[in-house]
């Protein structure tokens, strides 16, 4: 809606600012882009006349002709702008679409537009986050969700320094790094850091009742693999690693009496690291069904995980279960720690650990630690990282860290316009389904295809559905590292995990695994997804082109661990074209749902359709070809950015017959994989 939309179009985003130590940092990765004071000046006027310069330029391209049928709407008018900027005319829609779409964004823009879009609206809930306001006692659930999110903040925006906290917590679980670990202790290492601190990086430990009421001790993969994984493989040359490596080294050695010659070295570290991320990469990604939970039995007394020290361990950190011994539905994960375990010995696994663990400790930490982790991505900082502010505020509460936010976006029928559309796919999907002519679709995809409930989930607190503590928590402070640490009072689940995993992965909606749907995120019906201002063309070429790719993952999930042949087949179909066969595996969902959502498109009640300004020779299903695919853009950072499109929309019989491609050009290739 046009209020809804001005706002956001308004929005600036911050720089990330870059307080730097010198005494501490100096020569290492932020330090060199520090320049010299006597340049600020004419740098200064330069910026000067370049800000003027690109305000003429852009004053001059800010209002395009329009027809006198196009839509006139604010939204119509910016979206059209945005469009107009990256869409190259010169280029074949049939050659590459991806290239007549996105040359303009990929040129200018390191980042995507989905993460231009999360930025808008992280920025959003940034400001609703920090509306909140609350004391010091008494705490209600958002006033701590918030607490959480303002102190996680302060630590981005260098209000705040945590480093001193973070130092004494890791010290507590027993870790010395950068120091060489000395008849170490990985068990009391790896369940203090569960227990007490909430940085399970390798093992997670949690007790729980049974069926007989007796606590039972769980253990599975940390919380924190994942991230660690993810950032192994972050395109990173050996010097910056080794740079990021040497910072950390110099700022926790810093006050220690040992000397750099009993410390860790990189290319030792590096080494090891890369061995163990390899052998645990396979095994957290794979996405096989969960197994029957197994007992962690006692045959693993070659790395002296005796029930004795199990028992001196829980002593240790004041937690009782039935058997000393844990419990697992991740045994071939467990095991293969196990087997790395004995092959380092205790001392040097534990250096592993250690320095696993001080790399997130280090997020809690202070601003340059954050920069230095993400370096050298540092224009996406203010994205990723206040994303990383959200789920870990999220985790305490999911619906409470939407609240005020999910309020602000429902104005004006948003929420029944959303609601329209994504009831409208789901059932054109469903159709597809049920007269698909395969005869091994017998897995459970959605419970209720016409029910909304779980989709909509974010907004229950507005239709009466109270708030309502599920874990005793105490109240926040300041204090991220404090308010963290009570993050280990909350039972970790699939669902929960999933949906901090959503927000960390800039998704805009997450899977619900206990009531087999999906559920959308409130920023998933913000501009330029949805809104109410757009063409209905642009709302399903962006939202609703989001809600069909969650159906189709289901669909290919569901396929896979039903051991159906039609994933591979697929994959198959597809590696048969130009692009790189690796690249495939990532996009095969897009093409299963696009058939669905032209239907749903086709069949709804959108009135007489409106061109954009400028755009008046392109049709409806034409926008919405250009819209799904502009809001795909990669920026020059993606490896995929320069055929991101063109992966799917080559297997999409109508995008042909909409841009009257002929038979052999590369977005028409003589043969189309279609399965749905």
């Known amino acids: 809606m046009l209020s809804h939309f001005a706002s956001v179009n308004k929005e600036t985003p911050e720089l990330v600012k870059i307080n730097i130590n010198r005494a501490q940092i100096q020569g290492l990765l932020i330090q060199q882009r520090i320049r010299p004071r006597h340049l600020l000046l004419p740098i200064a006027g330069a910026l000067v006349l370049a800000a003027v310069l690109y305000w003429l330029v852009a004053e001059a391209q800010s209002e395009l002709p329009t027809g006198p049928n196009s839509c006139t709407t604010l939204g119509c008018r910016e979206y059209a702008k945005r469009l107009h900027a990256t869409v190259n005319r010169s280029a074949n829609p049939c050659q590459s679409f991806t290239r007549f779409v996105c040359s303009g964004w990929n040129q200018n823009n390191p980042w995507s537009v989905r993460e231009d879009y999360f930025r808008l609206a992280l920025g959003r809930l940034n400001r609703t986050l920090h509306k909140v306001k609350w004391q010091s006692r008494g705490q209600n659930e958002e006033q701590r969700v918030s607490a959480v999110y303002q102190s996680c903040d302060d630590v981005l925006q260098g209000k705040t320094d945590q480093f001193p906290a973070v130092k004494t917590a890791l010290a507590e679980a027993g870790i010395v790094w950068p120091q ?4 170490a202790d990985v068990l009391y290492t790896t369940m203090y850091c569960s227990f007490k601190l909430g940085w399970d990086v390798l093992l997670d430990f949690e007790v729980e009742a049974s069926a007989g009421g007796k606590p039972v001790l769980l253990m599975q993969f940390g919380k924190w693999i994942r991230t660690l994984l993810v950032r192994h493989h972050w395109p990173r040359t050996n010097a910056t690693k080794e740079a990021y490596f040497q910072f950390l080294h110099k700022a926790f050695e810093e006050g220690s009496s040992v000397a750099y010659t009993e410390s860790v070295t990189y290319q030792y570290t590096s080494n090891n690291d890369e061995y163990v991320m390899t052998r645990l990469r396979d095994i957290v990604f794979d996405t096989s069904p969960v197994q029957s939970v197994e007992d962690v039995t006692t045959n693993v007394t070659h790395i002296n995980l005796t029930e004795s020290r199990w028992l001196e361990t829980l002593e240790k950190l004041n937690v009782s279960a039935r058997s000393p011994f844990p419990l697992t539905n991740q ?16 001392d040097s696994f534990h250096e592993l650990v250690s320095w696993w663990t001080v790399q997130i400790a280090a997020l809690y930490a202070n601003r340059d630690m954050i920069l230095n982790f993400y370096y050298p991505d540092l224009d996406r900082v ?3 990282h206040a994303a990383f502010c959200v789920g870990r505020a999220a985790y305490f509460s999911s619906h409470a860290v939407f609240a005020r936010y999910s309020r602000e976006i429902v104005k004006g029928g948003v929420e029944n316009a959303a609601r329209k559309l994504v009831l409208t796919v789901r059932r054109a999907f469903l159709r597809r389904l049920l007269r698909w002519n395969s005869t091994d679709v017998d897995v459970t995809l959605i419970t209720n295809w016409t029910s909304l409930s779980v989709a909509f989930r974010s907004f229950d607190y507005l239709n009466g559905t109270e708030i309502v503590d599920s874990v005793p928590i105490p109240d926040m402070t300041r204090s991220f590292v404090d308010n963290w640490k009570h993050s280990v009072l909350i039972k970790r689940t699939l669902d929960s995990e999933l949906f901090v995993r959503a927000i960390d992965n800039l998704e805009a909606q997450v899977y619900v695994d206990t009531e087999h749907d999906s559920q959308l995120l409130p920023y998933a019906f913000s501009y330029p997804l949805f809104d ?9 070429g962006g939202l609703g082109a989001d809600v069909g790719n969650s159906l189709a993952l289901f669909l290919l999930h569901g396929l896979a661990f039903a051991n159906s042949s039609l994933p591979i087949s697929l994959l198959v179909c597809m590696i048969r074209t130009l692009f790189r066969n690796d690249i495939w595996r990532g996009y095969t969902y897009q093409v299963v749902m696009f058939g669905a959502l032209i239907d749903a498109y086709t069949e709804s009640d959108f009135g007489v359709y409106l061109p954009l300004p400028g755009f008046e020779g392109y049709n409806g299903l034409q926008t919405l070809f250009l819209s799904q695919c502009y809001t795909w853009c990669a920026g020059s950072h993606h490896e995929a950015a320069e055929f991101r499109c063109d992966i799917y929309l080559q297997h999409v019989p109508e995008f042909a017959e909409a841009f009257n491609c002929s038979k052999g050009d590369p977005m028409y290739p003589a043969h189309q994989c279609s399965p749905l």
Do not use: I, K
Request: aromatic fraction near 18%; proline fraction near 3%.
């Open 532 to 540: 109410l201002d757009l063409p209905t063309a642009v709302n399903y």
């Open 180 to 183: 060489l670990s000395r008849s």
């Open 331 to 346: 045994l071939g994960y467990v095991q293969e720690v196990f087997r790395l375990w004995e092959a380092f010995g205790e």
């Open 382 to 384: 203010d994205v990723f």
